[in-house]
């Protein structure tokens, strides 16, 4: 990747972080108001914790890929960060990967217990579509885009989506998977939501059928990619680096792209991928600056 777009890619993560965490704490505070007690300090802690936001940078890039111009997007980027916050919560408990650090920090259940973490996450979901509904006032889209947001939000968090790849990705365990049964676990459990994340982007700009597609397209492509680096990292980075327990995929058995083919070859089509994303919104027309810069970053990151 060049310079330029590590710096782009670097500095949209930052914006995108500051915007998003600071509407996510301010739900926390909201929470800790609204749920008495722990349940309450647990959905704050869970919220308000500090991740790299990609989806939200993705979906702050495809909204400005399409003509939007308003910063109250963040809101919708923070009402996807939620529901992938909801995943990692439930992701960490004893009966999924069973994990004790995230996000350099206790994970949910670690530092409250299961049964507190079980409820965060579950009530992160309702919270999800608050934030979204609020995000889509303050742009003042019209309440079918809301319905369009919401549904694609949902669906991607759900069956057909992460929980699907999620139950996929725990009955296989212990097994080798084949690499077209892996990809649909990458799909799912991961791809799903950071391919919503750039279609809510386009539809909160309110941008045509061509468009929306092209980001679809584009989002399928490096959600997919993102997974791969992901068991990349699993494999290569150390906790510290990841804030999260590194190595955990091969002490779970799990199928992965560096179990299927190794290190260097995922990398490469990770790599593959990324370009073949960019090539999506090339066909549309769309400007590629910040979302190339993006998924560069996404396939050559090191935490
Ligand atoms: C009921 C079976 C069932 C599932 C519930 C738990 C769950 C839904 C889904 C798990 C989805 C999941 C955690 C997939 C892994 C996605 C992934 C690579 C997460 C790490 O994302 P980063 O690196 O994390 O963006 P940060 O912390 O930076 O946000």
Redesign the pocket.
Known sequence: MADTAARSAVDLLTEARDLTDHILDQWAQRLRGEVAGRDGEALAYALATP??R?RAALLLASYRAVGGMSPAVAGVAAAVETV?TY??V??DLPC?DDDDLR?GRPTTHRRFDVPTATRAGYLLVPVAARVLAAAADALELPPAALGRMAVELFRAGGIEG??GG??LD?EAEGRTLALEDLIAVHRG??GALIRAACTLGAIAAEAGPAEVAALTAYGEEVGLA??IA?DVLDATGTSEEL?KTAGRDAQLAKSTYVSVMGVEAARAEAERLARRAVSHLESAGLSSGALGALAGYIVTRNS
Request: proline letters at 0%; aromatic letters at 4%; hydrophobic letters at 40%.
């Open positions: 991740g790299k990609v992938h995943s990692l439930h992701d999924m996000r992460m929980v999620q139950l725990l459990k991961t993102f997974q992901d804030g």
